[in-house]
């Protein structure tokens, strides 16, 4: 007779009151060992094995270590028998299939604990008729509710075929999977939704649910790890929130490719952009290139222009290239006659001496040999003649008197012998008294001109050229410039133009060149006194003594007729004032000879007013 201990069905009890174990159902007898010991089915096996008659799935089916409270390597008995040592073939058996069957588990009996808490050791078991195995039941204790069945595949019939485990079970019991050493790791943390409850089926037959109870799948953990003893089903290991992150990434990379995009269009904007500036700023635009450019017009010009004044002005001024005694130069001149009569400076043709030569060039290009008329150093003008040359258009005169600060001129030269230069300007001030000259030492070369000044641009080789008002008419000659260094010079020096130029009134040079013309010589007009160069206080004061051994009043002259005395200050001429010896020269040659004039003088701190009529000189 079957009977079991309580809580041990299926049993029979031996004849020393122990009870054998049951045969795991499907066994083969020859599996049998000599010492009653019966060899485990493997998982895969198990699995298939036909279930009980006490409504248990296959028997001898292994647990895992730490699964369900079974003691690795001992035969659970639900008798409380002492659990029986394994043998290298043997296996755990436990009141039901590992979580990795398929098929539903019928578990009675079954001790649970905590999720994650490790698994307590198996009680000692006693081997039951059944052939199953538990923990021994405790006295006085509540038998353990029954864990979740799941339902079994008919006695007899073949289970169908299950996935193979990770790992399959080892029958040496070797830690991790056997019996916990001393050096064993602790067992795995199962997964909780994975893990059932720890221990074996124990209790009375009644206990045990003839029923089988389907177990709820847990959900889908999203948090799950890797279990290598979770049932299939179980969602694989997933990337925490991955679709947040790919939200993320997107963004940060569309972000990253707009911002590339942008800045290469802007490089190949700006690219483009640079090449198209050069182009317009080389070419104006794209394409063959073509300016605006005005029609032909007349050539006519307002007479009054400075054009017209040098259309109608510049036929009549020459260009004079003077040789002789190892020197040369270049000056202006303008023609004064149909004859051939030519002013310029007397410093101009200085060079050629007695036996110089002098070319004219004409503004027509045509050349011709010109003589020496006269020549006056004191006044610094001169006239030469050429012949053989007919169709000459003189320039005409104007006045000098009339001339008011502030009108424009136009000078014509060949500064620098670039003939027929044209410049233009306005008259700066008049009356400036100036010398210029002295390059010989004893005075005879120094000239006095009572100059018109100009802005006009004027440079060395625009002596003797003609200082022309707003109607084309000569009201000046040309004959020095204020050079850098603070000097005059008839020459200008090398200097070029600084804006200061200075012309001799044409009423002086009319008066010069109808003497040169008729005479060679030029008339001075003179006081008859000898000057003291030396004087620096304000005014001209007469010597006292004369210059060539001679009384400083000439006798019978006008001075002397006068009442002038040496030692007395002449401080005006007609009214106007005079601060040095040199300005009375000027104002005085700025006369004709037989004017009068009225000085103003100081004699032993008096002042007084004289009055006398200009003598003559031979010029020289």
């Known amino acids: 007779m079957n009977e079991g201990k309580p809580g041990t069905p299926g049993a029979s009890e031996g004849p020393d009151g122990d009870f054998e174990l049951a045969r795991p159902i499907g066994t083969a007898s020859p599996g049998t060992g000599?010492?009653?010991?019966?060899?485990?089915?493997?998982?895969?096996?198990?699995?298939?094995?036909?279930?009980?008659?006490?409504?248990?799935?296959?028997?001898?089916a292994a647990a895992g270590p730490g699964r369900l409270g079974g003691t690795p390597g001992a035969v659970a008995s639900g008798?409380?028998?002492?659990?029986?040592?394994?043998?290298?073939?043997?296996?755990t058996t436990?009141?039901?299939?590992?979580?990795?069957?398929?098929?539903?588990e019928h578990i009675t009996g079954v001790e649970t604990a905590e999720p994650g808490a490790p698994a307590a050791p198996a009680?000692?078991?006693?081997?039951?008729?059944?052939?199953?195995?538990?923990?021994?039941?405790?006295?006085?204790?509540?038998?353990?509710?029954?864990?979740?069945?799941?339902?079994?595949?008919?006695?007899?019939?073949?289970?169908?075929?299950?996935?193979?485990?990770?790992?399959?079970?080892?029958?040496?019991?070797?830690?991790?999977y056997g019996e916990p050493g001393p050096w064993a790791p602790a067992p795995p943390v199962q997964h909780p939704a994975a893990t059932p409850a720890h221990g074996v089926a124990v209790g009375a037959p009644e206990a045990v649910s003839a029923a089988p109870v389907t177990q709820e799948a847990p959900a889908a953990d999203p948090w799950a790890r890797y279990d290598p003893w979770a049932a299939p089903g179980v969602a694989p290991l997933q990337q925490a929130d991955p679709v947040e992150e790919d939200v993320k990434r997107r963004r940060g990379r569309r972000r990253r490719t707009l911002i590339g995009g942008a800045l290469i269009i802007a490089?190949?904007?700006?690219?483009?952009?640079?090449?198209?500036?050069?182009?317009?700023?080389?070419?104006?635009?794209?394409?063959?290139?073509?300016?605006?450019?005005?029609?032909?017009?007349?050539?006519?010009?307002?007479?009054?222009?400075?054009?017209?004044?040098?259309?109608?002005?510049?036929?009549?001024?020459?260009?004079?290239?003077?040789?002789?005694?190892?020197?040369?130069?270049t000056g202006t001149g303008f023609v004064l006659d149909d004859r051939g009569h030519i002013l310029t400076n007397d410093h101009v043709v200085e060079p050629a001496g007695e036996n110089g030569d002098i070319t004219v060039t004409f503004h027509s290009g045509d050349t011709a040999e010109a003589t020496v008329v006269g020549r006056d150093s004191g006044y610094d003008l001169a006239v030469v003649r050429v012949k053989g040359v007919r169709g000459l258009t003189p320039l005409p005169l104007g006045n000098s008197d009339n001339v008011q600060v502030g009108d424009p001129v136009v000078a014509i030269g060949a500064p620098f012998d670039l003939a027929g230069t044209v410049t233009s300007g306005i008259i700066s001030a008049r009356e400036r008294p100036i010398t210029a000259g002295g390059e010989k030492g004893d005075g005879s070369d120094v000239s006095y001109v009572d100059a018109l000044q100009t802005d006009a641009p004027i440079n060395p080789g625009n002596s003797g050229g003609p200082l022309l008002d707003g109607k084309g008419r000569v009201i000046g000659i040309n004959s020095a410039i204020r050079s850098a260094d603070g000097g005059l010079d008839p020459e200008g020096g090398q200097s070029g133009s600084i804006g200061l130029g200075?012309?001799?009134?044409?009423?002086?040079?009319?008066?010069?060149?109808?003497?040169?013309?008729?005479?060679?010589?030029?008339?001075?007009?003179?006081?008859?006194?000898?000057l003291d160069m030396e004087y620096s206080g304000d005014g001209a004061r007469v010597a006292a003594e004369g210059g060539d051994g001679g009384p400083p009043v000439s006798t019978g002259g006008p001075g002397a007729k006068a009442g002038i005395r040496p030692g007395d200050v002449i401080t005006q001429v007609d009214g106007r004032p005079v601060h040095s010896g040199e300005e009375l020269i000027v104002k005085t040659r700025a006369h004709r000879p037989g004017d009068r004039l009225e000085l103003t003088l100081e004699r032993d701190g008096e002042e007084r007013t004289v009055s006398l009529v200009l003598g003559s000189s031979g010029g020289g």
């Not at 008798?79 to 296996?91: L, S, V």
């Not at 490089?267 to 073509?290: C, D, K, P, T, W």
């Open 123 to 176: 009680p000692h078991a006693e081997p039951s008729a059944s052939g199953h195995s538990g923990p021994a039941p405790v006295p006085g204790a509540e038998p353990p509710a029954s864990g979740p069945t799941r339902p079994a595949p008919a006695h007899g019939a073949h289970a169908p075929a299950q996935p193979r485990p990770l790992h399959d079970p080892d029958p040496y019991s070797t830690p991790p």
């Open 502 to 530: 200075f012309a001799i009134p044409i009423n002086q040079g009319k008066r010069v060149a109808e003497e040169l013309i008729e005479t060679g010589k030029a008339t001075h007009p003179v006081i008859g006194i000898t």
């Open 267 to 329: 490089l190949v904007s700006g690219v483009a952009g640079g090449v198209v500036g050069v182009q317009l700023e080389r070419s104006g635009g794209i394409g063959a290139v073509e300016l605006p450019q005005a029609g032909v017009e007349a050539p006519d010009r307002d007479p009054d222009s400075v054009a017209g004044i040098a259309a109608q002005a510049l036929p009549s001024v020459v260009t004079l290239h003077v040789s002789g005694g190892g020197r040369a130069g």
């Open 79 to 91: 008798t409380g028998a002492e659990p029986t040592p394994a043998g290298p073939d043997a296996g």
């Open 94 to 104: 436990i009141g039901g299939a590992r979580p990795a069957d398929t098929g539903a």
């Open 34 to 60: 000599p010492d009653g010991d019966y060899e485990l089915r493997r998982p895969l096996d198990a699995a298939a094995a036909p279930p009980s008659t006490d409504g248990t799935s296959g028997a001898g």
